[in-house]
């Protein structure tokens, strides 16, 4: 068995917690709780689990800065940790616990970086209406066109990362905070030469508590994108 790090990002998912800590517990992984000073409770809360359960640490960070620079820091430590896989996933229950095997198994087989994805035969989203579906498919479908790569599902945040992958991009250079940095990881490690695999994925709405997206979010990668093209054709990207 790999050793393999989920990151878990946490504003706020004081109810969602503890479940999904529950159900990480029989699948053999470690967890690094990444909270951001939750006003509600939940760095409280994920230290007391962590007393309780060897398979979880915290990182506590001081304000929210959005997903990006918390992935950022989850990742650091769990890379000083000796972390052989590194996984990125919701704390809402839209990504399954339950999938997190076949992300790892993806990397057992060959892959360097596996997606979770919504947009491959097999993977779809539930009880999303036209609004919702049209952004997200929008925006993985621009993100695929303007960067001129074959990954259907580019905004998804459930990831598992080879070592190699995150010691070998300019994490440093990554300065997104939303999809913007799902999409630049991704990007990154492909033009690196990495194999990246899409794994179908089924997402569900947020089991309890509130989305922490905003326009500015979606706007933040409708911008960066055609940023990102540009510095790798003029070979700033790394
Ligand atoms: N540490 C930290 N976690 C965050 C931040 N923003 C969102 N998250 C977490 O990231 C995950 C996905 O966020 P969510 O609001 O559900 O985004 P959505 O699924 O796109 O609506 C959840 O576990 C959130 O608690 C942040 O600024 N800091
Ligand atoms: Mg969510």
Not at 113 to 119: H, M
Request: aromatic fraction near 8%; glycine fraction near 10%.
């Amino acid at each position: 068995m790999p050793n393999a790090v989920v990151c878990l990002p946490t504003y706020n998912e004081r109810e969602n917690l503890e479940p999904m800590l529950r159900a990480l517990q029989p699948l053999g992984v470690r967890v690094l709780v990444v909270d951001d000073s939750s006003p509600d409770g939940t760095g409280e809360l994920a230290d007391r689990l962590a007393a309780e359960l060897d398979f979880v640490s915290v990182l506590h960070r001081a304000r929210k800065e959005g997903l990006g620079p918390a992935y950022l820091a989850g990742f650091a430590r769990a890379l000083a940790d000796g972390a052989d896989y590194v996984l990125e996933m919701d704390c809402d229950f839209s990504h399954d616990p339950a999938d997190v095997p076949r992300l790892i198994a993806a990397c057992d087989e060959g892959a360097d970086l596996a997606l979770g994805s919504r947009y491959v035969p097999g993977g779809g989203t539930e009880n999303w209406g036209f609004g919702r579906r049209f952004v997200s498919l929008g925006g993985s479908w621009y993100a695929r066109v303007l960067l001129g790569v074959s990954i259907h599902d580019l905004t998804g945040g459930f990831k598992c990362y080879r070592r190699a992958v995150l010691e070998r991009i300019d994490l440093g250079a990554v300065r997104a905070k939303g999809y913007a940095f799902q999409i630049e990881t991704t990007y990154r490690a492909l033009r690196a030469g990495f194999r990246v695999v899409e794994v179908p994925i089924h997402f569900a709405d947020r089991a309890a508590g509130h989305s922490k997206m905003s326009r500015a979010i979606v706007l933040e990668a409708v911008a960066r994108v055609p940023l990102l093209r540009l510095e790798a054709l003029t070979g700033r990207l790394r």
